[in-house]
């Protein structure tokens, strides 16, 4: 060995164990429940960077993770996350999880909105369920939204509320729906978990998204545009003329905010439709367009020029071998076409036209 050898220093011990293989962790962590806790464990400042690049279904799928941990001991935590335990080593415990930490955590990197967003949809200890958030809807906009569905769809829904709220959407109900109800509370069918959850999504997107992104607004206009927008055709417009005549001021924020079948000409984007015809079955394209033809004409030309005319002459054939449809039946399907509108605005597909207020027309030719 060389005098200069000799005088080096012993290599830092930390060195001696780096290859060690690390303890196992506690069985049962799912691979995004380790990189929550990784995520966790680097604090705000350090995962920053690495969240800005992680996309909203990811985040949420952290988040969901993270909600559904309980304490998590110290020794399972440097196993899953060995690589940091610079970030770690001056925590004197674990990591506490839960729902309200997850949204603290989310809400440092996406603000309280996004958090909310990505958070409202957990179904994990402390968080609310779609069914809980109901109670706190008004309850003539929640009857309102309720009459355009199936009378079983209906039943389903009142059996997850409590009976006060239950009494008082039944008796906002037309009497012939809230007759169907009845019945078919009297005797519940099985509700398959798979459909429970679809109808949850639905009503989620459908009714509760809009009403948070109106109250969000704070225009008196949007919220009474979003509540209009699941009333039947009738009662609407007997709303805007009320609006319109005692408060003329929000009409034009009243109709920016509505969104029904036959503003879909003026709303949507020619390129959007034939995406939008094939989120819903043929016998619902067929029903709303049958009676579109009354209702809605310039609708039907509109969505017909945007589609394949082989398909259309089809629809054509198809419509005048149909049975008659009530208007009922006629009115849910074009609903139908709108919540398959909304969904994929929702999930970014396409955006909506704009549409121009009487104000901004009188603006634009002053």
């Keep these: 060995m060389t005098s200069e050898a000799a005088k080096l220093p012993p290599p830092p011990a930390r060195l001696a164990i780096e290859h060690k293989p690390p303890a196992p962790a506690r069985a049962g962590f799912t691979a995004p429940q380790k990189a929550a806790l990784i995520i966790a464990a680097l604090g705000p400042e350090a995962a920053g960077p690495i969240i800005e690049r992680i996309g909203d279904k990811h985040l949420k799928a952290f988040a969901e993770a993270y909600a559904r941990l309980q304490n998590v001991a110290r020794k399972d935590l440097s196993s899953v996350v060995l690589e940091f335990l610079t970030n770690v080593s001056g925590k004197e415990d674990g990591l506490k999880g839960g729902f309200a930490e997850a949204r603290s955590l989310v809400s440092h990197f996406k603000g309280e909105d996004s958090a909310a967003k990505l958070l409202d949809a957990i179904d994990a200890p402390g968080g609310r369920t779609v069914w809980q958030k109901l109670a706190a809807v008004e309850d003539q906009t929640l009857a309102d939204y309720l009459a355009a569905k199936s009378p079983q769809t209906i039943a389903v829904v009142m059996a997850r509320m409590d009976l006060d709220k239950a009494s008082n959407i039944l008796a906002l109900l037309p009497d012939d729906v809230a007759q169907h109800v009845i019945t078919r509370l009297t005797k519940p069918a099985p509700v398959r978990p798979e459909a429970l959850r679809a109808l949850a999504a639905a009503i989620e997107s459908e009714l509760l998204a809009p009403l948070r992104k109106a109250a969000k607004s704070g225009g008196p206009g949007e919220k009474i545009g979003a509540m209009l927008n699941n009333m039947s055709e009738e009662k609407r417009e007997s709303f805007l003329q009320f609006i319109a005549s005692k408060a003329p001021d929000l009409i034009d924020d009243v109709k920016s905010a509505i ?3 036959k503003d879909i000409p003026a709303r949507l ?20 367009a049958k009676y579109g033809r009354k209702n809605a004409p310039e609708t039907v030309e509109f969505l017909f020029a945007n589609i394949s005319q082989r398909l259309v002459q089809q629809y054509e054939e198809q419509m005048k071998e149909m049975k008659p449809v009530t208007v009922a039946d006629a009115e849910a399907a074009q609903g139908q076409i709108m919540i398959a509108i909304r969904k994929l605005v929702a999930e970014g597909a396409f955006e909506l036209n704009k549409i121009e207020t009487e104000e901004q027309t009188e603006e634009e030719f002053i």
Excluded at 269 to 288: G, I, M, N, S, Y
């Design 259 to 261: 969104l029904t079948f």
């Design 269 to 288: 984007p020619a390129k959007a439709v034939t995406q939008v015809t094939r989120e819903v079955d043929v016998q619902t394209v067929l029903k709303a």
